[in-house]
């Protein structure tokens, strides 16, 4: 098991930009996918963003496509979300998650990864 861990989360004006870091806690990080999920309060959990281990493959959510953009450094063990023009809508917990199958593209389903972090969050203010 891998342990994730979120930080860059904090209050932000709506068109602001913010980075979001994951930290993962083994070197083997760099063999699967990850993906940034969130989850608004009295929401289900979301997905946003994945990538895959090469970062060659990335899926967007449609909510999120064309402001944010995941990234990983697999020699740091780090993934990272860019949000720019951040809207009222995207205040939420933010999770990094890393793919149960190594090598595998990534995608949207929660199903398909196995450690998450614990989340950080993102408040955007008018």
């Known amino acids: 098991q891998i342990q994730l861990a979120e930080s860059g989360g904090r209050l932000v004006q709506a068109g602001d930009p913010l980075r979001l870091s994951c930290t993962a806690s083994?070197?083997?990080?760099?063999?699967?996918?990850a993906a940034w999920f969130r989850q608004a309060p009295g929401q289900e959990r979301e997905f946003v963003a994945s990538?895959?281990?090469?970062?060659?493959?990335?899926y967007y959510a449609d909510s999120v496509k064309g402001r944010f953009t995941i990234s990983r450094d697999n020699a740091e063990n780090m993934l990272y979300l860019q949000m720019n023009s951040l809207k009222l809508e995207d205040t939420a917990v933010y999770y990094c998650?890393?793919?149960?199958?190594?090598?595998?593209?990534?995608?949207?389903?929660?199903?398909?990864?196995?450690?998450w972090g614990q989340g950080t969050q993102v408040t955007v203010s008018s």
């Open positions: 083994a070197r083997t990080f760099g063999s699967y996918a």
């Open positions: 998650a890393k793919a149960a199958i190594p090598y595998s593209l990534g995608s949207g389903e929660a199903d398909e990864y196995n450690d």
């Open positions: 990538i895959s281990p090469n970062s060659v493959s990335t």
